[in-house]
């Protein structure tokens, strides 16, 4: 085996033969001539990459490693570690799309002479993207040739990669592998929430050309700016700062101007010149060591000097500190910032001066920690040109309102489940309203624009859900009523369709066979969903569980994938979680991509009635006998599930009565939701008056 050769672990294994983890350890066991550990521990032993695939290819396992996942677990078993070789990766891949034609020659010589001209070559080119390195501590150093030897076969076959997708996709591709292998590592912000904070500040008076943010993390809101002339990165992680820089550059052509620095922002300013038309920051919350004590005469404190628990109110001011007159500032805030009494006289101040325009409740689940309703506050730098404003913005999405009726409900809350469309679009909206750039017709919708007056009492609270009134009530009493008449046809329907008295008869003795028999006869067909980028909605666990239309979606970036789309006739199953539950897809579902977790069963209609498979799947001890147990979770091995084998007609007989018992289940779905929605409107409604009490008369008693 070659020395620093690249390792891969079991997980590592079971990706690229496409099994389950058990599977491995299962051929661990059994077959003598598996490839012994090289490195990791006695419980996460790690082998060699190259000696894993032959043995694969030996017993017929794999026919040949997909170059992408090729590359991947190059990068992931990397003899330096994983981020080195996404630097390595980055700095080749820029040289790769700024010079394409020297590529060739640069990779025509052996591996040393490779890494002795490569790192020049790369020297070269971040020099003229990134300025020289000893000028104001680049981010990205140049690797020596000693440090990019190991990294050789990862770089060619990553060029290999990016010949067929592009420079940035592959680049994009390994960096988001890494942040999904290593989540609690990094602060990330979701691509819907950095799509929304950038579109904030590019409706401004002027388009936002220069753009900074202090605590730039992965890149994502950087990323996410439509067309700037510059972008000013600082990050206090030296190797999260190279990744940035490097995605950035790879983002954006030679004519946007990049800066990026490692260093901590407050303590140590890399940009205190700069006057930026837009801030964008998702800094860190809750942060007690962040430099209360040596900054208390910081000229930035424009505003008031923040206690040692206010450090997002630190955060502001630097952000405010680096706009130009007029510019704006979109930072990520947790609700306690909008209401502690420690920030309330900043709070105040910003007010009076007008520099806070707009505080903006997101719903739960928008970027982490997932359990919070996080706020966006939106700032704009005082000018003599533009007098303070005298009123706020105050917009709250962290509860959609109910569907119209008719629809199906988009699921709410929780990671994955956003729909950040209908959230972008509802924040939007307002903004666009409140700063007088809206077409004729528009409305505040989910927003109030309210006096600042009113918010200068003791307390200085902004949190929107003070002073708008809740989701349930938004529609007044009439609202009431409408969710009253749907509710009473709702059980109405429901009523109409309780399944009729059941006739008693002994158990069943049916001739049994099993999906995965099936799949091998060609009567169905089993997909596994997760993958694929693009455009479209996502069908994910959360929908198939609560009968809702999908609600997920694609990641816009990396390698070209066809995701797996449902088609009318499809039977889905979750493979986590051991409950029963399959959905038959229809006409308003099909066309959506398969989420992960999820299984798809495509059955022959010439061979199987939909219906039927859906309902037998659903048995309950069809689904113990399918599922397997670990530690933290249970999941269903969907070629285990069994079916009787029945004639096409008797299978559709079953099939109708399967089909009206989920018409009646999704009916009783919806009634406990419009219930739930008009039990805490009546509540809400009693306690503030907006809905009174029936009055009851007297009882007259007629005289004797």
Request: net charge negative; aromatic share 4%; hydrophobic share 40%.
């Amino acid at each position: 085996m070659p020395e620093n050769s690249t390792e891969v672990t079991a997980a590592g294994i079971a990706r690229l033969a496409g099994v389950g983890r058990a599977a491995v350890s299962n051929w661990r066991r059994r077959h003598a001539d598996f490839p012994k550990p090289v490195g990791g521990t006695e419980t996460s032993p790690s082998f060699a990459l190259p000696e894993v695939e032959q043995w694969l290819r030996d017993q017929g396992k794999l026919a040949e490693v997909p170059l992408r996942e090729r590359v991947w677990q190059q990068v992931a078993g990397h003899p330096a570690g994983a981020v080195p070789a996404l630097v390595h990766a980055g700095c080749a891949l820029l040289l790769l799309r700024t010079s394409p034609r020297a590529w060739p020659e640069i990779t025509a010589v052996s591996d040393e002479g490779m890494a002795g001209v490569l790192s020049l070559a790369v020297d070269k080119v971040l020099t003229t993207r990134f300025g020289p390195a000893a000028d104001g501590g680049r981010a990205v150093h140049t690797p020596s040739p000693a440090e990019l030897l190991p990294s050789v076969p990862l770089l060619r076959a990553a060029a290999e990669l990016a010949a067929g997708t592009g420079a940035r996709e592959t680049f994009e591709f390994l960096l988001g592998r890494q942040l999904d292998a290593n989540p609690r590592q990094y602060t990330l912000t979701p691509p819907g929430l950095a799509e929304l904070m950038a579109a904030l500040v590019e409706t401004g008076e002027r388009p936002a050309r220069t753009v900074l943010d202090p605590a730039a993390g992965t890149g994502a809101l950087l990323s996410a700016v439509g067309n700037p002339a510059a972008l000013y990165a600082q990050e206090a992680d030296p190797d999260l700062a190279a990744l940035t820089a490097l995605r950035l550059a790879l983002h954006t052509g030679s004519g946007c101007a990049l800066a990026a620095r490692t260093a901590d922002t407050l303590r140590a300013d890399a940009f205190p010149q700069l006057a930026a038309d837009a801030v964008l920051c998702h800094p860190p919350f809750n942060e007690r060591n962040w430099g209360h004590d040596e900054l208390a005469y910081d000229p930035r404190w424009e505003y008031g000097f923040p206690a040692r628990t206010e450090s997002e109110l630190a955060w502001v001011q630097h952000a405010l500190a680096h706009l130009r007159e007029g510019g704006t500032a979109v930072l990520l805030m947790p609700p306690a910032a909008a209401s502690r009494r420690s920030g309330r006289r900043i709070r105040a101040d910003l007010l009076r001066r007008g520099a806070l325009r707009a505080v903006i409740a997101l719903p739960a689940g928008a970027a982490p920690p997932y359990g919070i309703p996080l706020h966006l506050w939106v700032l704009r730098k005082p000018g003599s040109a533009s007098p303070a404003s005298p009123e706020l913005l105050l917009v709250d999405t962290a509860e959609p309102a109910e569907p119209a009726s008719g629809g199906q409900a988009s699921a709410t809350g929780g990671r994955d489940r956003l729909d950040w469309q209908a959230v972008q679009g509802a924040v939007l909206d307002a903004w666009r309203y409140f700063e007088g750039a809206a077409p004729a017709g528009a409305r505040l919708g989910a927003g109030r624009a309210v006096p600042v007056i009113e918010l200068l009492d003791d307390d200085v609270d902004l949190a929107p859900a003070r002073h708008l009134p809740p989701p349930a009530a938004a529609g007044g009493p009439g609202e009431l009523i409408r969710v009253r008449e749907r509710l009473t046809e709702t059980l109405g329907r429901a009523g109409a369709l309780t399944p009729p008295a059941v006739t008693l008869t002994d158990p069943a003795h049916w001739p049994l066979t099993t999906v995965g028999e099936l799949a091998r006869a060609g009567a169905l067909q089993l997909r596994t969903g997760g993958s694929g980028t693009g455009q479209g909605p996502v069908l994910t666990e959360h929908d198939v569980l609560g009968s809702t239309a999908p609600s997920g979606s694609l990641p816009a970036d990396g390698p070209a994938e066809e995701p797996v789309l449902v088609e009318p006739g499809d039977v889905v199953v979750p493979v986590l979680g051991g409950g029963s539950a399959a959905r038959v897809i229809d006409d308003a579902t099909a066309g959506a991509a398969l989420g992960r977790n999820l299984q798809l069963l495509r059955p022959d209609p010439a061979a199987l009635d939909p219906w039927f498979l859906a309902g037998f799947l659903r048995g309950t001890a069809n689904n113990r006998q399918a599922s397997s147990y670990a530690s933290t979770a249970t999941r269903l091995d969907a070629r285990r599930l069994q079916l009787p084998r029945l004639p096409l007609a008797e299978q559709q007989r079953y099939g109708e009565r399967f089909r009206a018992l989920a018409e009646f289940e999704d009916a009783l779905r919806l009634a406990g939701r419009l219930g739930g929605q008009l039990v805490q409107g009546m509540y809400d409604g009693l306690t503030d008056g907006t809905v009174a009490p029936k009055r009851t008369e007297p009882k007259r008693t007629e005289p004797k």
